[in-house]
């Protein structure tokens, strides 16, 4: 009899789809856009998204990928997303592929456009589509698409604090790019090497461009894990970039430099607009615990004492008062004994 259930419950193990698996990363349907799934492609290998800066999103942190052809009513799009450890690879990313010409686009946490081509990052995934034809309701569909995909949680979708710092005014339109790794350094341009960022102290990298009245300066801001880093980092770059091509400053754990073409006042100016404001947490008591500090118990227990003490003087000096005033008043009334008080004796003398 067990034999035959044994047999039975193997049968309907075999029954079950083994095409089901875990949900990919693109959705299967958005906004009335249905995926092909003959179009599918997946890959864990970088060089299969980008063979060209494969290194680039190492860098990253790149996870994995996946490719795939949308249609609705006759019209297609192209869908590609890539998929790293945290948010600040997928941001990283995204300001490395961003192209200048872009115009902004609110799809996703931040995204751009350039004609029919739409590149935005949402969470820790990073995606590049390519439509067939752009309308009126070409945003609203990806908006639809960037709502749809798998979301972080907890630390993994916490962006660099790097980012803060950067200052807005005269920033020029899509030139920031955060970077945190030589290759990703190399190939922008920023003019600051990796022997001197030294990225073995785990730095955050962001550089950017300013509009500036000689033309177009470059800023980039270093950030590492201590002031003490920073400040030794600071010496190294003053003493391997001398001259008034670089401006220096350096704001807590923060190094920022400018170079391009900037006058020396602009630069100044430039750099005090990086400052770094430590957040600070108040989780330490100013006071001490009165469950644990000994004196204060030793304190307050000479204190009940004197309180008991002075309880019981004072309501013996009112027992005690109220009984002689009603002696005075009340005359052997029971309030006190009589002066003469019989005592019962018992006379054994000569007993014994």
């Not at 990363?25 to 009335?32: C, D, I, K, Q, Y």
């Amino acid at each position: 009899m067990k034999k035959s259930i044994s047999i039975l419950a193997l049968l309907c193990l075999s029954l079950v789809p083994v095409s089901a698996k875990e949900p990919g990363l693109l959705p299967a349907v958005f906004n009335g856009w249905e995926i092909n799934q003959q179009s599918v492609k997946t890959a864990s290998d970088p060089s299969s998204a980008d063979p060209a800066d494969f290194a680039v999103l190492k860098e990253y942190g790149f996870s994995d990928f996946e490719s795939a052809t949308y249609s609705r009513n006759g019209h297609t799009m192209q869908v590609k997303a890539a998929r790293f450890n945290d948010a600040s690879g997928a941001l990283g990313a995204y300001t490395f592929y961003l192209q200048p010409q872009m115009a902004a686009e609110k799809i996703g946490d931040e995204g751009a456009s350039n004609n029919s081509r739409v590149l935005f990052y949402r969470g820790n995934m990073l995606v590049d589509v390519n439509l067939d034809r752009v309308t009126a309701m070409s945003a609203a569909d990806l908006r639809a698409l960037a709502d749809a995909l798998p979301r972080p949680h907890g630390s993994v979708s916490a962006l660099p604090s790097l980012l803060q710092y950067l200052p807005k005014q005269s920033l020029l339109p899509n030139s920031k790019r955060y970077i945190v790794g030589p290759v990703a350094l190399e190939r922008l341009g920023v003019p600051i090497s990796a022997n001197l960022i030294d990225f073995s102290k785990a730095p955050d990298v962001e550089f950017a461009k300013y509009r500036s009245a000689a033309g177009d300066a470059g800023l980039t801001l270093v950030e590492y894990p201590t002031p003490q880093i920073a400040a030794e980092r600071l010496r190294a770059w003053q003493a391997a970039l001398p001259g008034p091509a670089f401006h220096f400053r350096r704001s807590g754990p923060i190094l920022a430099a400018v170079s391009g073409d900037v006058d020396d006042g602009q630069a100044q100016s430039l750099l005090a607009s990086v400052n770094y404001d430590a957040d600070v947490t108040w989780n330490q008591a100013t006071k001490p615990n009165r469950l644990e500090d000994r004196g204060a118990f030793l304190i307050a227990e000479f204190m009940l004492i004197g309180a008991v003490i002075a309880v019981g003087l004072i309501l013996g000096l009112f027992f005690g008062g109220f009984r002689i005033i009603a002696r005075k008043l009340f005359p052997n009334r029971g309030f006190d004994r009589p002066e003469e008080v019989e005592i019962i004796s018992l006379n054994l003398k000569g007993r014994f």
